[in-house]
């Protein structure tokens, strides 16, 4: 009798071996993580819409817990809707100054939408054999459950009482702050995506944690539930923008090894 294989990687076909690692591929890296900077004052000029939805591909391309890619990014390029936003940016001069902002939404309410969709392109891939149509099936209505039963306020007593207990357990995804968390957890990976690809673009880019979450949900429109993890200001620097020196813990301290 066939049994179902225990993992997705265990129906996909087998993978390309990663392609080796080249000194221009590693300087590239190199060049692109270290020229990003927070910078936080642009010359305010339109960004061209290419370089933007570019950066913003590459962003969905960002890993998430289970691919259930738990958020959208709002891309705020209308001035009259930037002016308002970067007031709701504590009028940071990132966000006065950007030519455009996204803004990375997340919430449990994303990751059924994404399941929807997964589970549609499931009965449109023909590609996929009946085995692994089964398997994905399977798996959809696991994250389905999860994502029921998960955001509930019932846990909050036994996740109160488990980290007064267990700190380490405060990121578990139970009841609605810790399904709020995890889904701020993945938005993060997208942003922190976003700004490497846009200083692969050649875009500068700042992100703010420093907004004011209810005026710009307000301005958003989003729903209750629905959580702000980041707010991302794109532009080119103004030549007058000004930098520190970089500064980070020296590795010794930073990495423990064991
Ligand atoms: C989660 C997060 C929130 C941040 N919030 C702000 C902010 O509100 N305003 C700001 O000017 N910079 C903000 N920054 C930028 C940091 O200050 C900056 O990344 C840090 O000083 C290191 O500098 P570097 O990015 O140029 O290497 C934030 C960065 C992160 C990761």
């Known amino acids: 009798m066939e049994t179902m294989p225990t993992s997705a990687a265990a129906l996909a076909p087998p993978l390309a071996s990663h392609p080796p690692c080249s000194d221009s591929a590693w300087s590239a890296f190199q060049h692109i993580n270290r020229s990003r900077r927070a910078v936080r004052h642009f010359d305010a000029a339109p960004l061209p ?17 289970n691919n259930s890619q738990p958020y959208v990014i709002h891309w705020l390029r209308d001035p009259a809707v930037l002016h308002a936003a970067a007031a ?17 939404v997340a919430a449990p309410r994303f990751a059924r939408d994404t399941l929807a969709l997964f589970r549609d392109s499931l009965d449109s891939s023909p590609e996929l054999s009946p085995q692994s149509r089964a398997y994905h099936c399977k798996q959809c209505k696991a994250a389905a459950t999860f994502l029921r039963l998960a955001p509930s306020f019932l846990w909050t007593p ?14 578990l995804p139970l009841g609605p702050q810790g399904i709020r968390n995890w889904a701020a957890r993945n938005a993060l990976f997208a942003a922190q995506t976003a700004l490497l690809a846009a200083s692969a673009r050649g875009l500068d880019s700042c992100p703010m944690e420093g907004f004011n979450p209810r005026k710009l949900a307000r301005l958003l429109g989003l729903q209750r539930g629905d959580v ?31």
């Open 158 to 171: 036994l996740y109160l009482l488990l980290t007064a207990l267990f700190p380490s357990l405060t990121l």
């Open 228 to 258: 702000i993890a980041l707010v991302l200001a794109l532009g080119r620097r103004n030549p007058d923008a000004r930098l520190e020196p970089r500064w980070r813990r020296p590795f010794s301290t930073a990495i423990q090894i064991s």
């Open 49 to 65: 819409d290419a370089d933007v939805e570019a950066v913003l591909r590459e962003a969905l391309l960002a890993p998430s817990s």
């Open 88 to 104: 709701a940016c504590r009028n940071q001069r990132a966000a006065r100054s950007a030519s455009a902002l996204l803004v990375f």
